[in-house]
């Protein structure tokens, strides 16, 4: 086992020999898929170095550290990777695995559905056998990056006889065939994060089902809580290293001018001074520090970003030591909801009118807009707030579940729902 000292010392040689600026950012990503430290937890015979988490997180700092591209981001890796390790076929492994961590392909999740979010096991798109195959019909929301995705993540029910938990299968699903439909949804922003995705007699082979047939609920939880520890504890390892897949039209870049381009918005973004620091700067720009029950309200979004800070470092400390806290990334989940929240308020009271429309010339340079409008979608995705606190509440502290009439009914008697519609 490698010293934290050896480790990083590595990283620095494998920079030092396999960067090049004029490198495109495939030919980056497959330099660091063959190293092993785009994803140094994963079994060294998945491209990965069998590495605790706490070794990722040094690699991800050396590899910050050495200006270079971390490895893609997006769900393939945050999410389908780590659920077909754990659930996948060796088939499906050499199929899919390296694609999505030398970013040659892009995923999506195809979860949430307009009568199925929370309850997510009340999903309706049916998949129907059909020889080899299965015919996939109905219709996913709120899908991140299905615009730009070559695969989803796809639950479907293929037993409606079954309960609702158990009549549900995981499928490596092609984005890229005749019978899906991608609209993309604006959002407040202004921007088109996610989309409505509709399946009209879509098909996939039954080869590609993760975790065999009824096994989809099991598959899904595994992404859930990958999920739940990439947004809560800030994932592991470098990020930001570009989006993948070939629709993003990230890949043929060259990476000496990518990181030039990333250094630049880094150097505007603490220029721009985001969060509670520059609220303070611009309470003091307008001359408004002095009223005392803003002062108060300032004071509350330094408190909170304290303790945010605070939580983070004793999560990692934790977690080095071998004792990681039951139910972390669900409490930094929530302080993170929390912020934003206190946020979306703070900004539009500290500049009143100016808040009405968007812009850089506005004070904060229209920050506070953005981040207003943008508040309420990290309380809600990976499980809302409410969610994280049941999960807290019966899986953490031991508190009675939820009741649950429905758990061994067959899924198409089921009265309650929208699935009857
Ligand atoms: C920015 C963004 C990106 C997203 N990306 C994706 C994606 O890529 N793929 C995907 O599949 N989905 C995605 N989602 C969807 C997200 O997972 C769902 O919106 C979320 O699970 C909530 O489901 P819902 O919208 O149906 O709300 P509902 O489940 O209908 O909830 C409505 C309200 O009721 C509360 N509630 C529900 N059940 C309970 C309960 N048991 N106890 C207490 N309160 C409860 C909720 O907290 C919420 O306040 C995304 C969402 C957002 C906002």
Redesign the pocket.
């Known amino acids: 086992m490698l010293t934290d000292d050896e480790l990083r010392l590595e990283v620095k040689r494998f920079i030092g020999d396999a960067w090049d600026p004029d490198l495109t950012l495939a030919e980056w990503w497959d330099r660091l898929a063959e190293s092993g430290w785009a994803v140094p937890t994963w079994p060294t015979e998945w491209l990965g170095r069998g590495l605790p988490g706490a070794a990722a997180r040094a690699v991800g700092e050396e590899l910050r550290a050495g200006g270079v591209p971390g490895p893609p981001a997006g769900?393939g890796l945050l999410l389908a990777g780590p659920t077909i390790l754990a659930h996948g076929t060796d088939e499906h492994k050499a199929r899919y695995l390296r694609p999505i961590v030398n970013g040659q392909e892009a995923w999506?999740?195809?979860?949430?559905?307009?009568?199925?979010?929370?309850?997510?096991a009340s999903l309706q798109t049916k998949a129907v056998r059909d020889g080899d195959e299965w015919i996939v019909n109905g219709q996913?929301?709120?899908?991140?990056?299905?615009q730009t995705a070559d695969f989803g993540m796809l639950?479907a029910r293929t037993d409606p006889d079954a309960p609702k938990h158990k009549g549900i299968s995981y499928f490596a699903f092609s984005m890229d065939q005749p019978g899906v439909e991608v609209r993309p949804l604006k959002?407040m922003t202004g921007r088109s994060?996610?989309c409505e995705v509709f399946f009209t007699d879509a098909r996939v082979a039954h080869s590609e089902c993760i975790n065999g047939l009824g096994g989809g609920w099991i598959a899904a939880n595994t992404t859930l809580a990958a999920e739940r520890a990439g947004l809560g504890a800030g994932g592991a390892g470098a990020s930001g290293g570009g989006f993948p897949g070939k629709k993003n039209g990230m890949l043929e870049e060259r990476v000496g001018a990518l990181m030039e381009g990333a250094r630049a918005s880094a150097a505007q973004a603490s220029r721009a001074e985001r969060g509670a620091v520059a609220m303070r700067r611009v309470a003091k720009d307008l001359g408004r520090n002095d009223e005392p029950v803003l002062r108060q309200h300032l004071a509350q979004s330094y408190i909170l970003d304290e303790i945010g800070r605070m939580m983070s470092i004793r999560t990692k400390q934790l977690r080095s030591a071998g004792r990681p806290l039951e139910g972390d990334g669900n409490l930094a989940k929530l302080q993170m909801s929390r912020v934003l929240r206190h946020g979306r308020d703070l900004g539009p009271e500290l500049i009143g009118p100016w808040s009405m429309i968007m812009g850089e010339e506005t004070p904060g340079e229209g920050n506070f807009q953005e981040a207003t409008l943008w508040a309420?979608?990290?309380s809600?995705?990976?499980?809302?707030?409410?969610?994280q606190?049941?999960i807290v509440g019966e899986r953490v502290l031991g508190l009675p579940k939820?009741p649950g009439p429905d758990k061994n009914t067959p899924f198409k008697d089921l009265a309650v729902g929208t699935q009857k519609g």
């Not at 996913?140 to 299905?146: L, M, P, Y």
């Open positions: 769900l999506c999740q195809l979860f949430s559905e307009p009568g199925a979010g929370s309850d997510l996913k929301v709120w899908t991140s990056g299905a639950l959002e994060l996610f309420p979608g990290p809600i995705y990976g499980g809302s707030d409410e969610i606190k049941n939820e």
